[in-house]
């Protein structure tokens, strides 16, 4: 238990010392408290050797007055401490999360489901931070309040105090062991609500899936499943407690009448005072009540140590390494030189060299799995290269920060993202300090001023989560703003246009020109007409570059290209016939 408490000090922080105040406050709070045996000693002493006077009484009465107030004020400082250093603990711990997220490889959110980083962020650290505060604290409280009471006795009379410490000593050997059986229970209950949190977020984002193909009864099932298996581990954690909690509170119940039957004794055989005595039977009944109660909470111990360790691990798992911590360059050329990449045991990118000079443009071009979006990727560092580098300005990225190298970079995916927040707000993404002018004049070279201001609050009407309130060719050149806003000054166009209606496709495509402009592009396309222009095609397959020129070049060559192009305007051209 002594270790949890130090894990749990050590993951305040910088709100340790805050948690240490309410350390001292809760040793403090216990001090006050337990003058009510001083308080009652004087009192019960008095009338025993039938002394009792007003000033005997004046002298309890002001005691117990400095117990309660001592105990009301301690008791503030400690509950504002400990809360105050709970939460912002456990607030810092999210935004830490999240900052260390982005500093991942992509391949950590592939090997990690979306439920185990949801349940981190949200129910594993609720479980710190509801329960944390309340259960250090009454912990503390309450065998330190037993400790000092026990230890009073013991200055009255060493052999009551001997019980009364054998008591504390017999309820913390119980505690030991109900954290070492704890520990496989409380692991599974954390397993048990990152399952769940991961069936609730798939079964709410397939919802379009479950309803499309009407199987709503098997997606609820698997929902069920999840609650009930989440249900029976705490209930089962509830259950393999209970025992333990039952002992403790057997333990101080027996001590209490064993310190009341040997008070009685030891006065009987005349070697125990008659006020020590009376005190002794009244502190019978209050030296353990906190005890109680502590055993009780220690059953979270565990449960709580579980999860900051989760969330310890999730931190602690190694960023990409940020090498010489490269933050600028002064030309922005791109460079694969032999660069290798495999993903699961599988060859993605094999030995690619390319050159992309600055301001100059290139298309990926190639059928779907042959590694175009994953080269993207390698230039922008969401993946490390298995073999060979890539260099932008000359540095290779593994050097870059990941924010500097990030910042060089305007990406427009063909799956688009937008927050749920205003209009402007997801345009300026990018570059938040912008202005509203700036904003506007993004959203007009993007060719979307005009639908957003026929929004209900223009610029500022919510969008949904993920945009919902948009359509695709919508969200789409709102992207393309967010990119134009951004400024930077390499672009990636990932299939920025594949899936646009054919009435915002114009649009679209002249937002994209607007976006290219006086940029190094790289672009990924499967509608070829888009890539005519462009100064240098690469044609991927199998992870390899199999053809490299301009389009005329590739088209007098033959090759793939060619025969891509030819089946391409023969799809174009087909049409039905009347028979």
């Not at 749990?8 to 010392?17: D, E, K, P, Q």
């Not at 309820?171 to 399952?195: I, K, W």
């Amino acid at each position: 238990m002594l270790s949890t408490i130090r894990a749990y000090f050590a993951f305040g922080g910088a709100n340790a010392a805050k948690l240490r105040r309410g350390m001292a406050w809760a040793v403090a709070n216990s001090l006050f408290e337990a003058l009510q045996i001083l308080a009652l000693s004087i009192v019960l002493s008095a009338v025993a050797r039938r002394e009792l006077s007003s000033s005997t009484a004046v002298s309890s009465l002001l005691v117990m007055l400095v117990s309660i107030a001592g105990s009301f004020v301690t008791a503030h400082f400690k509950s504002q401490n400990f809360c105050d250093g709970n939460y912002s603990m456990c607030g810092e711990k999210r935004a830490a999360i999240g900052d260390h997220l982005r500093l991942l490889p992509m391949g950590y959110f592939n090997e990690t489901s979306l439920g185990e980083m949801a349940s981190t962020m949200t129910s594993t650290l609720d479980d710190v931070q509801n329960a944390g505060g309340i259960v250090y604290t009454n912990v503390i409280s309450g065998l330190v309040l037993t400790l000092i009471m026990s230890l009073s006795l013991g200055v009255m009379d060493p052999r009551c105090g001997l019980l009364a410490l054998a008591t504390l000593a017999g309820v913390l050997g119980v505690m030991a062991v109900m954290q070492r059986v704890s520990r496989a229970t409380s692991r599974r209950r954390v397993e048990a609500q990152q399952g769940l949190v991961g069936a609730v977020l798939e079964y709410v984002q397939g919802m379009s899936v479950v309803r499309a193909f009407s199987v709503a009864k098997r997606a609820e099932s698997r929902l069920g499943a999840a609650i009930r298996s989440c249900e029976a581990v705490n209930l089962g954690l509830e259950l393999r407690f209970i025992g333990f909690m039952v002992l403790e509170a057997a333990i101080c119940k027996a001590a209490s009448v064993g310190l009341c039957l040997l008070s009685v004794h030891l006065w009987v055989s005349g070697s125990l005072e008659t006020g020590t005595c009376l005190t002794m039977l009244v502190a019978s009944f209050l030296v353990f009540a906190k005890l109680e109660l502590v055993g009780s909470y220690a059953s979270l111990l565990r449960m709580i140590d579980l999860s900051m360790d989760k969330v310890n691990a999730l931190i602690a798992t190694p960023p990409m390494d940020e090498g010489a911590g490269v933050e600028s360059s002064e030309g922005f050329d791109i460079r694969l030189e032999d660069v290798s990449f495999s993903y699961g045991g599988r060859r993605v990118v094999d030995r690619v060299s390319l050159d992309i000079p600055q301001g100059s443009s290139c298309a990926l071009v190639g059928p779907s799995g042959a590694g175009k979006t994953t080269l993207a990727h390698l230039m922008v560092r969401f993946w490390d290269v298995s073999a060979g580098r890539v260099l932008v300005g000359g540095h290779d990225v593994r050097d870059w920060k990941v924010d500097a190298l990030l910042s060089n970079f305007s990406m427009v995916f063909q799956g688009v993202y937008l927050f749920d927040d205003t209009v402007e707000n997801n345009i300026k993404f990018g570059r938040p300090e912008a202005s509203h002018e700036e904003v506007v004049e993004a959203a007009r070279r993007a060719c979307c001023d005009t639908f957003i201001e026929s929004l209900p609050q223009g610029y500022e009407t919510r969008v949904g989560e993920g945009g919902a309130a948009l359509s695709g060719g919508e969200r789409q050149r709102l992207s393309i703003a967010r990119a134009i806003l951004k400024d930077a000054p390499v672009v990636i166009l990932d299939e920025a246009t594949a899936n646009v209606d054919p009435e915002n496709e114009l649009e679209l495509q002249r937002a994209v020109e607007e976006l290219r402009r006086g940029k190094t592009v790289i672009m990924i396309a499967h509608r070829l007409k888009t890539v005519r222009t462009v100064d240098q095609i690469a044609v991927i397959d199998a992870g390899r570059i199999v053809q490299r020129g301009t389009h005329d070049e590739l088209m007098r060559s033959g090759g793939i290209y060619r025969d891509f192009v030819g089946m391409r305007e023969r799809a174009i051209g087909w049409r039905l016939a009347r028979s």
